[in-house]
């Protein structure tokens, strides 16, 4: 069955350290985004693809960055890692055809904890 | 903008009781709406959903209608189970880009 995974599940880091969250998707979706979802705040969006080469900013992207280099995979870089973005975090894909109605899979998260 | 608006949580009811929670939207074209239930420890799956008006989605017990009139969403459940605990997410999609608007979630606790 195709599938969106997300790896590590649990990852604690200190402030300053680069960390990659990874997200990788079995659907062949061209649509993948990242999410971060804290307490208060509901789900908040922070890079999304369209495609391959393709990268958009969301509305909480400072401090983290994605690349896209196959349809598969979409990484999260924290490019310095800071208490403020310990948070768990969504990878979700989903179709570009009309009938998907914009549908999004979700990974299983991962929890980050920045110290 | 284009916004979600869900009722705060959270919501505690008995076993058997009645749910609803409420959601209404603002949008600008002709949305499709959604329900998303995130069970603990997990990420989000879809639990219904509807693309037009006057559609009624339904599963596993949740059912939702969606009234352009009132431009509302509600989730409903005639009898809910402990199982049922969970943080629930409408949200909306336009025919204009790929993303979906979310509502804030309301988290749903069952007492047996």
């Known amino acids: 069955d195709a599938e969106i995974t997300q790896s590590p599940r649990h990852k604690i880091t200190e402030t300053g350290r680069q960390v990659t969250l990874a997200c990788h998707q079995t659907w062949n979706h061209n649509n993948m985004f990242w999410y971060r979802q804290d307490l208060g705040h509901g789900l908040r969006l922070i890079h999304y693809s369209y495609g391959v080469q393709d990268t958009n900013k969301g509305e909480v992207s400072d401090g983290y960055s994605v690349s896209r280099s196959n349809t598969e995979d979409l990484p999260l870089t924290l490019e310095s890692a800071a208490s403020s973005q310990t948070s768990v975090y969504f990878c979700?894909?989903?179709?570009?055809?009309?009938?998907?109605?914009?549908?999004?899979?979700f990974g299983p998260g991962t929890r980050l904890t920045v110290l | 903008g284009d916004s979600v608006t869900q009722m705060e949580g959270p919501v505690t009811l008995s076993e058997e009781a009645f749910l609803t929670i409420n959601c209404t939207y603002t949008a600008t074209g002709y949305p499709s709406l959604f329900w998303y239930v995130q069970y603990p420890g997990e990420g989000l799956q879809l639990l219904l959903k509807a693309t037009k008006a006057d559609d009624k989605g339904s599963n596993k017990g949740f059912e939702a209608t969606y009234r352009k009139e009132t431009t509302s969403f509600h989730l409903e459940k005639g009898s809910v189970q402990v199982s049922d605990s969970a943080v629930y997410f409408c949200?909306?999609?336009?025919?204009?880009?790929?993303?979906?608007?979310w509502g804030a979630g309301t988290k749903l606790i069952i007492k047996p």
């Open positions: 949200a909306l999609s336009l025919d204009s880009n790929y993303q979906l608007i």
């Open positions: 979700a894909s989903s179709d570009q055809t009309s009938v998907s109605y914009n549908e999004q899979f």
